[in-house]
């Protein structure tokens, strides 16, 4: 059953692509919506039984899948951004063709991201990641400029130095486990212990997804690529493609297959301090509306990390918990951006400002999203770095928990600064006269803001009946 998930985009995928005429030209996108709305309905509504239940296709290579709570709570990202991003692209897409064409890669990446989030064997996640890999470098590449071309390329170079890791990788644990699936794997490690294969083995893979995560060192490709690509494809990948293909990978990966076996937890604590330290301070000197919330991006996962590396259940559901508060927070900034390009024709700070009199809405779902972000409650985003801090502190980590509250004030310090030159500042000259975004790019703003404000104030429920059952997975 849960292979659906899988099976279903790519059979839509195929099937749109045989008619020719009209019906070829208008039936994707459409269908794309239709696709991503049922989507975040079935992971809502799916039965557990139904969920847990294994599914294997193509044997015998045996692409296998599974889900539990933390990969439903991806599908139903997937299908939330996903929509978003159609949305997006739909207000700034030229019709015809290129709205066909943009349609079938995001039906493409639906398939590859819910492959990865639902993979239960390291072959069948490296596949997927490699799907999802050439669809972001395709989109990001589609507008066919400078900019697009250079953030492709880093994308493209960085991304085949993370296969290449992950492969060998895969071949070493084949040759030690004599399997690749999470759970063999996962006992090879606990018989042999610290056998030098599996080290570097574990080594190879968890740098691979670093790579992919943009996680500092490896961030080089994320501001250009978030910054070149066109609107719609900027919310994809600032919204789920980074965090399906990366952080979720890391984080499934470390809690249930190397299991914390190789002392890895106070490594993904330093690298989630030092990611959250450079992308406060990067984002602080940026003067593109894009590239600010690219840095914003990092300082934000780097979050994730620091309760993944706790290695305690509170900190894997801190972590879990910001990945989807982190998500919908972020791609409704990443829609405001492209809705404030597409009506002012600038992301120039300079070139901005007073834009709530003439787009109230856009105006003041950023807020939402800007104080979710900067931690202030009762917003979802609150909560979740909340939880991450606590998990520190008894962890014993209190002086990277004292760091991550400083950098928290930061974030909250340059958001407010961005929120008011953007929104609230000055009136700039303009050549015409601004007005609100269509309804394609509105809507979503106004359903995310949504949903960060409702999980913030349904914590106490979304805590005991989402987040708890997350903290048993490990």
């Not at 296709?57 to 139903?76: C, E, K, T, W, Y």
Request: proline share 5%; charged share 10%; aromatic share 10%.
């Amino acid at each position: 059953m849960i292979a659906y998930f899988v099976l279903a985009p790519l059979a839509v995928l195929l099937i749109l692509n045989i008619p020719r005429g009209r019906l070829g030209r208008n039936a994707p996108f459409p269908t794309a919506v239709a696709l991503a709305a049922l989507e975040a309905a079935a992971a809502i509504l799916l039965p557990a039984e139904l969920a847990s239940a294994p599914s294997v296709l193509l044997r015998p290579i045996g692409f296998s899948f599974a889900a539990d709570r933390l990969s439903l709570l991806l599908v139903l990202t997937i299908g939330i951004v996903s929509l978003a991003s159609l949305g997006v692209g739909y207000g700034t897409t030229a019709k015809g063709e290129d709205l066909r064409r943009f349609a079938n890669l995001v039906i493409l990446a639906i398939a590859g991201m819910n492959g990865i989030v639902l993979a239960t064997d390291l072959f069948t996640l490296y596949v997927f990641l490699e799907v999802v890999a050439v669809v972001s470098y395709i989109l990001i590449v589609s507008k066919r400029d400078r900019d697009s071309l250079e953030g492709a390329f880093k994308y493209l170079v960085l991304s085949v130095v993370a296969s290449l890791m992950m492969l060998s990788s895969i071949a070493l644990f084949l040759l030690t486990a004599g399997d690749v699936s999470f759970q063999a794997v996962a006992d090879s490690i606990a018989a042999s212990g610290s056998l030098w294969q599996n080290l570097v083995a574990c080594g190879l893979f968890a740098g691979g997804l670093c790579i992919k995560s943009g996680l500092v060192p490896f961030h080089g490709w994320l501001p250009d690529a978030y910054t070149a690509a066109p609107p719609g494809v900027s919310v994809l990948l600032a919204g789920i493609v980074t965090k399906s293909t990366g952080v979720y990978s890391l984080m499934r990966l470390s809690s249930s297959v190397f299991g914390y076996a190789f002392n890895i937890g106070p490594a993904l604590t330093l690298i989630g301090l030092v990611t959250i330290v450079f992308g406060a301070f990067g984002a602080m000197g940026q003067k593109d509306i894009k590239r600010m919330l690219a840095y914003s991006s990092l300082c934000q996962v780097g979050y994730i990390f620091l309760g993944l590396g706790t290695g305690t259940a509170l900190g894997f559901a801190a972590a879990a918990s910001h990945l989807f508060n982190h998500a919908m927070f972020k791609t409704q900034l990443f829609v405001n951006a492209s809705a404030i390009e597409r009506q002012t024709g600038s992301r120039h700070l300079d070139e901005l400002g007073a834009l709530a009199r003439d787009m109230p809405i856009t105006g003041w779902t950023s807020v939402v999203a800007f104080l979710s972000a900067a931690a202030i409650p009762p917003l979802a985003g609150f909560w979740s770095k909340l939880l991450s801090i606590i998990a520190l502190w008894q962890a014993g980590n209190v002086p990277v928990a004292v760091a991550a509250i400083f950098t928290g004030l930061l974030t909250m310090v340059y958001f407010l600064l961005f929120q008011r030159k953007i929104f609230f500042g000055k009136s700039v000259a303009r050549e015409r006269p601004v007005k609100e975004a269509p309804f394609c790019m509105v809507a979503p703003a106004v359903a995310l803001a949504a949903i960060t404000l409702g999980v913030g104030l349904l914590f106490p429920l979304t805590f005991d009946t989402i987040i708890l059952p997350i903290a048993a997975i490990p």
